[in-house]
């Protein structure tokens, strides 16, 4: 992207991150963490291939990702955020809750829905109830298995895959998980539409809110 020109901090963060793609591609790395050049492409249908690569270069060339050799059983190329990348979690909070009034009540005929796109606007959105000791929710959406792991103060982190001794599993389409846990739906109203819900210690109230 060509720079602005402009002294002004507004001008020389778009200069960074005004390029298509690029908090995307943040929003990637935030929610899984480390991932392959194939994970990448995986959660940003509609890239071309050659893109991803330049917003990739420029975004390393900016200090915003950083590739590394991870030891087996990955051993894999990985790209992560650096530091200065992973400060711009707070400008994905602030889009996430700022986007909400422009989310219809489905996703349009062309719109992409991934699992895990829901499950960090759950970790996202301001107002989320924290809780109060470590919680672990499986989602079950569209083929594919996720793993978040809630903590007290907000942290959390995002795996692929299933795995056993989950407290709270939504299974069903990503945009009843995605309705639940941004607030547009109550578990329950969810529920009637579809989405399965396995809470035996009733825990889901508690780390949901409607919005009104």
């Not at 602005?4 to 935030?30: F, K, P, T």
């Not at 996430?96 to 829901?118: F, I, N, Y």
């Amino acid at each position: 992207m060509k720079s602005y020109h402009q002294y002004c901090s507004v001008a020389r963060a778009l200069d960074v991150v005004g390029d298509r793609w690029v908090l995307l591609i943040v929003r990637e790395l935030l929610a899984l963490g480390p991932s392959r050049y194939t994970d990448l492409r995986r959660g940003l249908p509609g890239i071309a291939t050659n893109l991803l690569a330049d917003r990739l270069k420029a975004m390393e060339a900016d200090g915003l990702v950083e590739r590394y050799e991870a030891p087996p059983p990955v051993a894999a190329t990985l790209i992560r955020l650096t530091a200065r990348g992973r400060e711009l979690e707070g400008v994905l909070r602030e889009l996430a809750e700022w986007g909400l009034a422009s989310m219809p009540s489905g996703p349009g005929t062309d719109d992409a829905v991934q699992p895990h796109w829901s499950a960090l606007a759950w970790a996202l959105l301001p107002g989320r109830p924290s809780p109060d000791t470590e919680v672990v929710v499986g989602i079950d959406s569209e083929g594919e298995s996720l793993r978040m792991v809630l903590r007290p103060g907000g942290d959390f982190e995002i795996h692929r895959g299933g795995a056993p001794g989950t407290d709270v599993t939504l299974t069903g389409a990503s945009m009843l998980v995605g309705a639940v846990v941004s607030g547009l739906l109550t578990p329950q109203a969810a529920t009637a539409l579809g989405l399965v819900v396995d809470d035996p210690r009733g825990l889901l109230p508690g780390l949901v809110a409607a919005q009104s």
